[in-house]
């Protein structure tokens, strides 16, 4: 490879990065927001269902402005997109719901900080795959970074242990591997098994099915009446809308866009960054205290993020990292 395109890949790398990251931060205020519709008497189930509906819309408002969008050229009839595509596209949304489900029912069983232990283990697996199945180089500089971002991840969840109970079940520390073998599927799946179609109709697919799933599921548990919560209570609409924009549609187009320009290891990786957002906004937001440990933590994630950017994908394998997708 020339030094041209040397440069180009490097920026397409860097990019790719920024767009995880940021999305890492977007998803990060999730646990903030989840507690203050919580405090408003909104139910996990009901919230969840308001959140993906929120989001389905607000992927159709994006697609209307020309964002996400592909070029006419470049789009490609749904009856033309292959039947392993459209497979892969249900497993991905399975998956997406699946990891949902699991680590919401896990947090009622166990201490939230032990389920995201345990949660956060999915970028190993997702690396570990991929160097398997021969879709993504293993390389030392990678293996470092996942070690950093692993530790740094750790060090941030351990904080938020410091001085509370800890409640313990089997059932909840498996429904959290369940999740994190759910989102590996959800990110191996999503960096090449779908390269046709677009990242903003994959996230519309997913939330659609995720607000049907999630409001039959309110309606089995609470009935009608938990999911019209919102309406009786004006103060739930700004939070529902920001769960729906900037919790689930914006972060959802760009980690899948994310993952297809640097590959499913790195993009893992690097999502670790949602931890280190999510406690300092407790923080700030919350008043939650801040542990020296949880700094630590996420120096250390950003760290990982730098090594990985230092260190680019053998030439092979970041070829195989551009399939077709739409500016986000």
Same mark, same amino acid.
């Given at each position: 490879?020339?030094? =041209?395109?040397?440069?180009?890949?490097?920026?397409?790398?860097?990019?790719?990065? $920024?767009? $995880?990251?940021?999305?890492?931060?977007?998803?990060?205020?999730? #646990?903030?927001?989840?507690?203050?519709?919580?405090?408003?008497?909104?139910?996990?189930?009901?919230?969840?269902?308001?959140? =993906?509906?929120?989001?389905?819309?607000?992927?159709?408002?994006?697609?209307?402005?020309?964002?996400?969008?592909?070029?006419?050229? *470049?789009?490609?009839?749904?009856?033309?997109?292959? #039947?392993? *595509? %459209?497979?892969?596209?249900?497993? &991905?949304?399975?998956?997406?719901?699946?990891?949902?489900?699991?680590?919401?029912?896990?947090?009622?069983? !166990?201490?939230?900080?032990?389920?995201?232990?345990?949660?956060? @283990?999915?970028?190993?697996?997702?690396?570990? /795959?991929?160097?398997?199945?021969? %879709? =993504?180089?293993?390389?030392?500089?990678?293996?470092?970074?996942?070690?950093?971002?692993?530790?740094?991840?750790?060090?941030?969840?351990?904080?938020?242990?410091?001085?509370?109970?800890?409640?313990?079940?089997?059932?909840?520390?498996?429904? &959290?591997?369940?999740? &994190?073998?759910?989102?590996?599927?959800?990110?191996?799946?999503?960096?090449?098994?779908?390269?046709?179609?677009?990242?903003?109709?994959?996230?519309?697919?997913?939330?659609?099915?995720?607000?049907?799933?999630?409001?039959?599921?309110?309606?089995?548990?609470?009935?009608? *009446?938990?999911?019209?919560?919102?309406?009786?209570?004006?103060?739930?609409?700004?939070?529902?809308?920001?769960?729906?924009?900037?919790?689930?549609?914006?972060?959802? /187009?760009?980690?899948?866009? #994310?993952?297809?320009?640097?590959?499913?290891?790195?993009?893992?990786?690097?999502?670790?960054?949602?931890?280190? !957002?999510?406690?300092?906004?407790?923080?700030?937001?919350?008043?939650?205290?801040?542990?020296?440990?949880?700094?630590?933590?996420?120096?250390?994630?950003? #760290?990982?993020?730098?090594?990985?950017?230092? &260190?680019?994908?053998?030439?092979?394998? *970041?070829?195989? @990292?551009?399939?077709?997708?739409?500016?986000?």
């Amino acid at each position: 490879m020339n030094s =041209e395109g040397s440069k180009k890949m490097s920026k397409s790398t860097l990019k790719g990065a $920024i767009v $995880i990251l940021f999305a890492s931060a977007l998803f990060g205020t999730l #646990g903030t927001v989840t507690g203050l519709a919580y405090q408003n008497g909104m139910a996990p189930a009901s919230f969840a269902a308001w959140r =993906e509906a929120i989001g389905t819309i607000m992927m159709f408002i994006l697609l209307a402005l020309g964002i996400g969008r592909p070029a006419k050229e *470049e789009r490609i009839p749904f009856s033309k997109v292959s #039947g392993r *595509e %459209k497979r892969n596209v249900c497993i &991905a949304a399975v998956a997406f719901m699946t990891f949902s489900l699991a680590i919401f029912y896990a947090f009622g069983l !166990v201490t939230v900080a032990l389920a995201l232990l345990i949660f956060y @283990t999915y970028p190993a697996f997702v690396t570990i /795959i991929g160097g398997i199945t021969g %879709k =993504e180089t293993i390389t030392a500089s990678k293996i470092g970074a996942l070690i950093m971002a692993l530790g740094g991840g750790v060090l941030v969840v351990v904080g938020q242990l410091i001085g509370s109970p800890v409640q313990v079940r089997v059932l909840g520390i498996i429904l &959290a591997i369940v999740a &994190a073998l759910a989102d590996t599927v959800y990110f191996t799946v999503g960096r090449d098994g779908y390269p046709s179609i677009p990242p903003a109709y994959a996230t519309i697919f997913f939330l659609f099915a995720g607000a049907i799933v999630f409001g039959i599921i309110a309606l089995v548990t609470g009935g009608i *009446e938990s999911l019209t919560v919102p309406f009786h209570k004006p103060s739930l609409l700004p939070i529902l809308a920001f769960a729906g924009v900037f919790g689930a549609a914006i972060p959802t /187009i760009m980690i899948l866009s #994310g993952i297809r320009m640097i590959g499913a290891s790195r993009a893992s990786i690097l999502a670790l960054f949602e931890p280190v !957002v999510g406690v300092v906004l407790a923080s700030i937001v919350l008043g939650q205290k801040m542990f020296l440990i949880q700094i630590i933590g996420g120096v250390l994630v950003l #760290g990982a993020a730098v090594v990985l950017q230092l &260190a680019p994908e053998p030439k092979a394998i *970041e070829k195989s @990292t551009q399939p077709k997708s739409p500016k986000v």
